[in-house]
Each structure stands twice: as structure tokens, then as C-alpha cells.
């Protein structure tokens, strides 16, 4: 029998493994760049938390968490997004009782049974923010100016920002009653009728096209916005502005998940069609609460790490690998052997990055092998060499050698 990996899911083996690396760990640098201390968070929690943080009206909620039972009977979830957890486990450990604002980063796995297609995965990757516990326009700009920076580290242009705002609760009231009255009017069938009483905002995400003509003249929030709330979008604004980082306001964004309040936003790649979404994420007022800690307002986001690899696939990007070889080593003969496992295995010692080849390899595909590597530098050791103490040192990009002593190797490694 032969295995498969499991349907829809996202895996990297040598060599794009090395590239999608490239990506999670630049995302990753930009987040500890600005300040971002690590939390690293089970992959499956208590199902209840994602029912009550991500919402019971979502898809994500509804049609496409991968819950199980335990063997003690308890419902378990695996991990659809991560700001649920997060706030888990910032109540749990009580930093929300500590120095505010929490800032935290994470990467990991994630997890939707959605109907897989490019771009779209069961398991999928995010590297993510969250800063916990201050309500100011400035750490929204500044989660929004680490998203575009980890972003444009990579080289990253054809991708463009749209922001909004979903108001506070006053702002939301208001609009919600003009909303209702609107889709009271509308011509829906009885479970889309259910699902607008939780959230009518869904209606603005349903795909149909007879909702989607419905919905056109709908109320907008954005024109809803109280005086608090204006100000602090406007002053979102004029900070992205004074940053230098472009975007576009959409009235009509609609997040996947239910928890967004306030500054939203999302990272949109043009060259990736149906799957565009690269990145996103927003204020949550009250998600912490809900979730029994205390009244703190948060902001982050999650980036798509697959996508942004595809991202960079389509504008042609060069990711080089991270990690590159310092030194590949090739023995001739059984004496050398032994004495180049013993080379390398000090120069590892000495912290440098090494690695030869085994076995009993003709010389021409030990060093085809040494080009592959991508290695600065290769070595042949021989008989001869044995006997000089002294190996030749070949710089793999000019081609030029030089002698350098078996002692001093680790020295001439370092300084080149
Ligand atoms: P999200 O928009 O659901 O937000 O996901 C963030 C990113 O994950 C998306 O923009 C996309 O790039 C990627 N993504 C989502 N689903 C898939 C999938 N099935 N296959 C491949 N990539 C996918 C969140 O998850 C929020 N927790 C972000 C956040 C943090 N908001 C506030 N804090």
C-alpha cells in the first residue's frame, strides 16, 4: 500500500522547503523586529473556544472546524485560526493582569476543512500578531506597518492594502438598525433569514449572486462611524499616510471571522486570482471578555505563509536559501574518510555549517554534489593531503582555489 499525504493539505520538501522557510522566517523577523515576543500555542484546544471567539455564524464555525473527541470524551477542536488561543492563553497565564500592551507572535499550523483549490488548504500556515490591551490609533498603525514591512521584505510589490473601520458598539447600533430594516425587505430564503439575526454583516461575504445584487444598495457601516470612532480611523490614516504606506478603503470588507471590531484590514495579492488574500486582520473589542478575561482590547493579524510563497512565485522573487553551507567536504580513500569525518565534525563542533558526502562516490559526482549543496566552499582530501597537512580550498562562485593547513581551516572558514 502506498501512502498519500491527506487531501488539501500543504507540505514543502526539498528544495521549496527552503524557500517557504525563507518566507515564514522573514514574516517571522518582521514581528520580533517591532517588538513581538514569542507564543507558542497548542494546535488543538477546547472546541467551545473557537464556537465562542470566532463565531457562530462563520463558516469557519460552521462548516469547516476538524473536531474530534477525545479519549476522555472531551470535544476538541484543531486550531482554525489563532487570536482565540492567543487569548486563551494570555488569560491563562495572567498577562492581561501584567504590563500592557501584550505583544505577542506566533507560527504554526492552522486548520479548515474547506474545499481545497490553489491557494486554499486544510493545513495551512501562519505567522501572526497580537497586541493586547491598548485601544490607540498608533498600535494599529504599527501591526498594520509590520504586516506591509514583512511584506515588502521579501521583495513583495504587486499586493495592495485595503483598510476600514466596524466602528464601536454605538457605531454598530445604529448601523445595525438600518441594516435590519434593509434586509427585512430582501428576498431570502429562511436559514440566510437566521443567520443575518446573528450577524446580518455576514450578508455582505455571501457568495450568491442574487444576495450579492440584494446587498448592493445596502447601509454601509463605514457611514455609520460615532465621533470616537471617525477620529480614530482618520487618525489610523494620517499615520499609515506619514509612514509612507498606501491604501485603499473598502467599505465593503467583510472579515471571516466575527470577532472584528474597529480598524480591519487585509493584504490583497493581485497576480493570485481566486485565493488572493495574503494577509489580514483587525481590532477585536470584547473578545477577550467573552472569553472570560478581562475587558482588553486587542489587535493583530495572520499572514497566509502559503499564499505570500506563491506571492513571491508569481513576481518572480529569488528566495535564497537561508542557512547556506559553509563548507562541503569530499574524502578519496578509506584513511581520508576517517579524517574528513572528523573535520567536519569539529568544524559543526565550532559552529559552522557543514556537511560532505558519504559513501564510496567517484570524485566527478562528489563534487556535482558540492555544487548542488550551494556550499561557499568544498574540499577534496586525499592521500596526498594526508600526508601535507595541507588541503586545497576551492570557492565554489569563483572557481579559484587556495592551500590552507588542516589547522587553520576553521580560522580561513570564518574570515571568508
Ligand atoms: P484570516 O483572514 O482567516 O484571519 O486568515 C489569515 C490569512 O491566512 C489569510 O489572509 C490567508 O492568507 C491565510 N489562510 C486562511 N485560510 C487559508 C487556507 N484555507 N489556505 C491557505 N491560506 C489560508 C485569521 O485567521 C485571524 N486570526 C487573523 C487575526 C489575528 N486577526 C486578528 N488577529
Partial sequence: MKFQAPKGVSEYAPPRSLHFEVVRESLISAAVQAGYLLMELPV??????????????????????????????RSITLR????????????EHGLDRGQLPVKVWYSGAFFRAERPQAGRYRQFYQVGIEAIGLNDPEIDAEVIATADRSLKKLGLKDYRLEITSLGDSQS????RVDLDKFIAGLDLDEATRTKAQVNPLRLFDDK???VQKQMENAPLLLNYLSEESTAHFNAVQSLLQSFGIDFLIN???????????????????EKLGA????????????????????????IGYGMGVDRILLACQSEEIELAPLGKLDLFAIALGEEAKLKVAQIVNQLRNAGLTVDMAYGDRALKSAMKMADKSGAK??????ADELQMESIAVKNMDSGESQSVTISSLEEFLRDS
Wanted: hydrophobic share 35%; proline share 1%; charged share 25%.
Fill in 80 to 91: 482554525p485560526e489563532g487570536t482565540a488561543g492567543v487569548m486563551r492563553a494570555v488569560i
Fill in 44 to 73: 488543538f484546544e477546547d472546541t467551545e473556544l473557537f464556537a465562542r471567539g470566532v463565531g457562530e455564524t462563520t463558516d469557519v464555525v460552521t462548516k469547516e472546524m476538524y473536531t474530534f473527541e477525545d479519549r476522555g470524551g
Fill in 251 to 269: 467599505k465593503r470588507m467583510v472579515r471571516g471571522l466575527d470577532y472584528y471590531t474597529g480598524t480591519t484590514f487585509e493584504f490583497i495579492h
Fill in 172 to 175: 454598530r447600533k445604529a448601523h
Fill in 208 to 210: 450568491r449572486e442574487s
Fill in 275 to 298: 485565493q488572493s488574500g495574503i494577509g489580514g486582520g483587525g481590532r477585536y473589542d470584547g473578545l477577550m471578555k467573552q472569553l472570560g478575561g478581562a475587558d482588553l482590547s486587542g
Fill in 377 to 382: 566552499f568544498s574540499l577534496v582530501l586525499g
